[in-house]
Each structure stands twice: as structure tokens, then as C-alpha cells.
Nanobody, 125 residues
Framework: LQLVESGGGLVQSAGSLTPSCAASGTTLDDYAIGWFRQSPGKDREIMSCISDSSRSKNHADSVKGRFTIYRDNAKNTFLLQMNSLKPEDTGVYYC???????????????????WGQGTQVTVSS
């Protein structure tokens, strides 16, 4: 499985972006998927994830109500719709996946074995 992000960029505060993660090599049907963010001076933190069955979905408290993760099975892709962006949302966003993975609330980076290369999101004030 290979993951490639796209769709980052520069946006003004309160704006929206929807980065996407395209998968190749296999389908994402049996994979948990997610997005992590690394902001300047901070550790990488989970933003959103969906379990392999899509029965479980979680978002970090800091982005609840603003970010939505969803699959586009027809394109073997998943996306992170980000609305009402704030300057503190600035960072590199990584898409991740794990075969037959779950999405518990406190999931960590180590639960995912597949990573994209990251896409920069910058929110100006």
C-alpha cells in the first residue's frame, strides 16, 4: 500500500481546505485510515480516524465540529474536510492506514504502519 497526499496549501483563518490521500497497490476496504498533524514545536497528534469497518470514527477534541474524515471508495481515496480553520491548525498533515485496524479514541501513531509523505497546511491570521 502506498499513500500520497495532496490538497494542502495556504488559506486564511476561517477558510476551508480538503486534503486528500490517494492509495495505490491495494484497496482501502479493510484498512483503518486516519490523519495526523505535526505542528511546529509539537508532537504529532491524531486529528481524525475511521476503523476498517467504518463503524468507529473519532476526531481530536481540538477539531470536533470543524474537521470531517471520509472515504471515497470509488477513487480509493480518503479526505479530510477542514472548515473554520485557525492559525493553530498550521502544520504538516500525514495520512495513515493500517490493515484491519481500529480507531479507538486514544489511538497513537504507532498503530499505523502506512504513511504518506505529508502535505503542508498553513493558516494565516
Amino acid at each position: 500500500l502506498q499513500l500520497v497526499e495532496s490538497g494542502g496549501g495556504l488559506v486564511q483563518s476561517a477558510g476551508s481546505l480538503t486534503p486528500s490521500c490517494a492509495a495505490s497497490g491495494t484497496t482501502l476496504d479493510d484498512y483503518a485510515i486516519g490523519w495526523f498533524r505535526q505542528s511546529p514545536g509539537k508532537d504529532r497528534e491524531i486529528m481524525s480516524c475511521i476503523s476498517d469497518s467504518s463503524r468507529s470514527k473519532n476526531h481530536a477534541d481540538s477539531v470536533k465540529g470543524r474537521f470531517t474524515i471520509y472515504r471515497d471508495n470509488a477513487k480509493n481515496t480518503f479526505l479530510l474536510q477542514m472548515n473554520s480553520l485557525k492559525p493553530e491548525d498550521t502544520g504538516v498533515y500525514y495520512c495513515v492506514a493500517e490493515y484491519l485496524g481500529g480507531c479507538p479514541r486514544m489511538i497513537t501513531l504507532e498503530a499505523f504502519n502506512y504513511w504518506g509523505q505529508g502535505t503542508q497546511v498553513t493558516v494565516s491570521s
